[in-house]
């Protein structure tokens, strides 16, 4: 069974830089669209942002374009969150999910539409 784990999180002062990876150990995400979603404290998950199977097609969120750049490198079976000018209101914990194999992004980054979640991994922007 599909299993993803995410890595890269950590303490970053507002405008800082962090790239987060989704990986899926043993198995191939080259069939799998993947997204990126994330929880903060006392609020409900919410999507980021997801990009195609072939890569070709992303999403994200207004609060995040411009600012937030989804990556897959199939070779090496990982797909990456690259966040840029980030800022306070980003802190919470950052999971990665999958719609299944060769289904489609959501349009709307619905969390029904997702499974596979990772563990998560924490991100804190604070001065």
């Known amino acids: 069974q599909l299993q993803l784990v995410e890595s890269g999180g950590g303490l970053v002062q507002p405008g800082g830089s962090l790239r987060l990876s989704c990986a899926a150990p043993?198995?191939?995400?080259?069939?799998?669209?993947i997204g990126w979603f994330r929880q903060a404290p006392g609020k409900d998950r919410e999507g980021v942002s997801c990009i195609s199977v072939g890569g070709r097609s992303t999403l994200y969120a207004s609060s995040v374009k411009g600012r937030f750049t989804i990556s897959r490198d199939n070779a090496k079976k990982t797909v990456y969150l690259q966040m840029n000018n980030l800022k306070p209101e980003d802190t919470g914990v950052y999971y990665c999910?999958?719609?299944?194999?060769?289904?489609?992004?959501?349009?709307?980054?619905?969390?029904?539409?997702?499974?596979?979640w990772g563990q998560g991994t924490q991100v804190t922007v604070s001065s």
């Open positions: 043993g198995f191939t995400l080259d069939y799998y669209a």
């Open positions: 999910a999958t719609p299944g194999f060769l289904s489609p992004c959501s349009g709307n980054l619905s969390l029904a539409a997702f499974r596979s």
